[in-house]
Every structure is written in structure tokens, then in C-alpha cells.
């Protein structure tokens, strides 16, 4: 540590810098998870990546660049059966996470014993990718779109209820209390009061939350829950150069999609 | 009629206009359940798979946790979950390194507003790709194994963390700069007296909260062989091992909870 001695006699202690800890801690981490990444250098072969690459965005075979383009076409039924479960898993999920939402604010119910338990549960739902939620969808009800619902339904209520709550707590209660001590009634005070200050907030997360949910349905087929996915499954061992084809459209509706997500969003506020 | 009567009645019509839109949404989301097939047969059977699949989550294969007797240690929850954080965490770490200097090409006080747009860009364009189609060809080139996670979770992360840490910098304050070039600063006393202090609260904060969605899609990355969880998990469930895929929900369940715990302690430190 240094010391500086002012002229008048004062000395001041430079103090330390906390940087060196994090650093510090940031090391041992970064060493210790190493040891968990096995570095083979036998299964890394570079040259593949170019030719995987060159298997995927040029026409396989006999194939001619029409029928590369050709397959997009193909591809309409699965891309809108993507879209519509993102969609319908949306809407439902998201308005299945507003009473719960709402029973999680600190600031509506004020009892412990109401918002740790619902909290709790939210978390726990939360922690599941959908992925998994897909897998065990896919075994209740069969491969398909349903499946596939099924699981952006309960993605996106975990990820809708935990946003939602956080903003229902930022909402400024006084217009809810003048209005109940005019003789309101709760439900009354909450529509009038809390309602429209939440209601553009939530229906720009939910935009938001659709663009990710096409991003995770696209690939949710992997496990036979429909859509653009399943395309990519059926085709991942031979055809790459159909694979490629679809993430080529896959980028195009993604990218649609956050432009008009982005434009939306930007108008609401 | 009294007036407060007549405001009330010059009330903008919006609710028309809501309840067209409300019955467009509502007819698709309809419509979406159109083509939704349904396997009967295990639809008609869910209670019992219900019944099923809890009792033999609850019992926790306690073999396979620690990975003793007919597993190996490799093949263990314990050390798989510990895979999949690190795969979350170095890739992370990957990310944020490579996408400082993508930040600083799209943000707009650096470079200017012209350069800014294509280096937003391409953030974009890397933020597009869904993680398991990007996982998909880098596996080809670094086989099956923890080290493609890594590569995945890094590269996909440029795009989200660039365009976080490209506002930040385009919110810094210009003034202190202006002070040290007053002063007669050079440039690496610019950056790290001028710039560093201003952004690296907002960068770090951005990174932890990237940090718990990467370990939570580390998770599944295995699906395609990228490591971790992921490979055992898909092959429990399509197996019907529910005994393995409790075992191994409860890994996932716990780890995220700490790291989300951790990570938003360390935010609410930062801000």
C-alpha cells in the first residue's frame, strides 16, 4: 500500500484495490472449470468445419441450385406451424402468468406466506429448459405441434409470471389506495389504478417473449415437437445441403421477426 | 346532462378497435390448435404416466448422482453438472472477451453512426442463429465434447452481450475524457482512468445476467453432443428412465437456482 505525505503534514493511504480480488477469484475459477474441459486434440479436425460448410450452402450431388432453393418452398407447412405455436404458446402462457404475477407482488398481497411459495414455484419452472419440457410433452401426447405448445406455453409462463411481478411491484400505488379509500373495491382500484399502468409494459414483453420463442420452437422439433426443427432432424445425417437451405430461411423469419418485434416495442413506449 | 355526463360520452371509441384486434389473436391462436395432432393412445394413459413418471422421479437414482457403481465418476450427475457450469462459465468469459471489440465497432460515440450500423449489424446477424443449429457444425470440427459447448455458448453470446456493452459505451459520459486530454493524459491513461471506471459496472453486470441464461442453455447443448447434461438427459427421457431424469432435474434445478442467486446478488452489488 502506498502512502502519500501531503506538505502540510496530512498523509493519505491509497486504498486497495479491489480489482486484484476479482481478478484473483476470476483465475482460480477460469483453472479450475478448465480441468472439466477435456482438450483432445485427436477429435478436433478444422478442415471439417470448411467442408461441413461447403456441404450445407451448396446443392448436394445431382441437385442443382433450384432444387437448393426449390426445398425453401417446401418448407411453408412446417414454417407456419413454427410460427403458430409460438404464437398461440405466447398468448396462452403469457395470460396464464398474470394472476399468478399478480399473487407473487409484494405490493398486492402482502403476505409472506402468499408470494414465497408462488415465487418459489415460478423459479422451479423456470429452471427447465424447453427442451426438456418438449421431450416429456412429446411422450404425453405424441410428436407433433401440440407438443411443441405445450412446451412454449410453460416456457413462456415461467419467464412472463417473473417479468410480470417485477413490474407490478414497480407500479405506483398511490391512484390504487385513493381509489379504495374513495370506496372502491380491490378488483375495481386494481383495474382502474394498476391496469393501465402495467398493460403496455406486458404487452411489450410479450413481443418480446414471442421473437425468443421463434428462435426456440425453430429448433424444439429436434425432438419431434414440429415445426422448422424437424426438418432440420430428418435431414442432419444426408442431406445437408437441405439443412442448409432451412437455416437460410430460418435466418430470413428470425430476422423478420425481430425487426418487427423491434418496431412494435419502439412504438409502444 | 351534466358535464362530467358528456365528457364520459365523448370517451374515444377504443374499444372497437381492441375488441377486432382481440378476435384476430384469438382466432389464431384457434386456428394454431388446427393442426395440432394428438397420439390418443398416450393421451388417453396420461394419468397413469403422470403417476408413473413422479413416483420414479422421486426416487432419485443415488448411484448415478455421484457416479459409483455401475457408472463411472465421468459418467455421474455431479461431475456432468459440474461440466455443464463450467461450459456456461468459459463461455461466457469467451463471449465477453470476443464481443469488447465487436462493442466498440457498434457503438455510435466511437466510430460514428455510419460505422456504428454495420457493426450492429453484425451482431444481428451472429445473434440470429439459434444456439443448437450453430452447435450442430461446430461439432463437426471439434467432436463431441465439453470444448464445442465452449466454442457455441461464446460465439452465441457475441451477439447479445456486443449490442449490451455497445449501449453502455454509447451512454458513457464524455466529459472526463475531455479532462484528461486536458490534462495531458495519454491513451492508455485515457482508457484506463476515462473510460474503464464509466463502463465496467454496466459490463460486468450485463455478463452475470448473461451468465445465467448460458448455464441454463448449457443444459441442453448436449443434445446435439456439445456436452454437459444435455446428452444423458435427452436419452433418459426418450428412454422413459424417469428415476435418471429425476436425478438429473434435480442437478439442473439446484445449480440454477445458485447461479441465478449469485449472479443477481452480485448485480444488485454493482448498480
Known sequence: ?269 | MTNLEKVLKNKPKTWIINSIFTLIVLIAVIFSFKGSSINMLRFNSIGITIRIMVTQMADLNIDFLFGRGVYSFQEGVVFLTLETLAIGFLGTLIGAILALPFSFIAAKNVVGSKFAKIGETILVIIRVFPEVVLALVIVKGFGMNALTGVLTIGIHSIGMLGKLFSEAIDNMDKGPLEALDAVGANTYQKIRYGIIPQIAADLSSVTLYRLDINVRSATVLGIVGAGGLGSSMILAAENSNWDILGTIMLAIIIMVLIVDAISSHLRAKLV
Open chain 1, 1 to 269: 500500500m502506498t502512502k502519500f505525505t501531503l506538505k502540510s503534514g496530512s498523509s493519505i493511504t491509497k486504498p486497495f484495490n479491489k480489482v486484484w480480488i476479482i481478478l484473483g477469484v476470476l483465475l482460480i475459477l477460469i483453472v479450475t472449470f478448465s480441468f472439466f474441459i477435456r482438450f483432445e486434440p485427436s477429435l478436433i479436425n478444422l478442415s471439417e468445419l470448411g467442408v461441413i460448410l461447403e456441404k450445407m450452402f451448396t446443392p448436394k450431388g445431382e441437385r442443382t441450385w433450384g432444387d437448393y432453393f426449390g426445398f425453401v418452398f417446401t418448407l411453408w407447412e412446417p414454417l407456419v406451424s413454427t410460427l403458430e405455436m409460438s404464437l398461440a404458446g405466447t398468448i396462452i402462457g403469457s395470460l396464464m402468468a398474470v394472476p399468478v404475477a399478480i399473487l407473487a407482488a409484494k405490493n398486492i398481497f402482502k403476505s409472506k406466506f402468499v408470494y414465497l411459495p408462488i415465487r418459489f414455484f415460478m423459479n422451479l419452472i423456470r429452471t427447465i429448459p424447453a427442451m426438456i419440457l418438449a421431450v416429456v410433452a412429446v411422450y404425453f401426447v405424441g410428436i407433433g405441434v401440440l407438443s411443441g405448445l405445450i412446451a412454449i406455453t410453460l416456457f413462456t409462463f415461467g419467464i412472463m409470471s417473473k417479468m410480470l411481478y417485477e413490474v407490478i411491484e414497480t407500479v405506483d400505488m398511490s391512484p390504487f389506495e385513493a381509489l379504495e379509500s374513495s370506496g372502491a373495491t380491490k378488483t375495481q382500484a386494481f383495474r382502474y389504478a394498476v391496469f393501465p399502468q402495467i398493460f403496455p409494459v406486458f404487452l411489450s414483453y410479450l413481443i418480446y417473449i414471442f421473437e425468443i420463442n421463434v428462435r426456440a420452437s425453430a429448433v424444439l422439433g429436434y425432438v419431434g415437437a414440429g415445426g422448422i426443427g424437424m426438418v432440420i432432424k430428418d435431414n442432419i445425417l444426408y442431406n445437408y445441403d437441405r439443412v442448409g437451405a432451412t437455416v437460410i430461411l430460418l435466418f430470413f423469419v428470425i430476422l423478420a421477426v425481430q425487426f418487427m418485434s423491434n418496431y412494435l416495442r419502439g412504438k409502444l413506449q
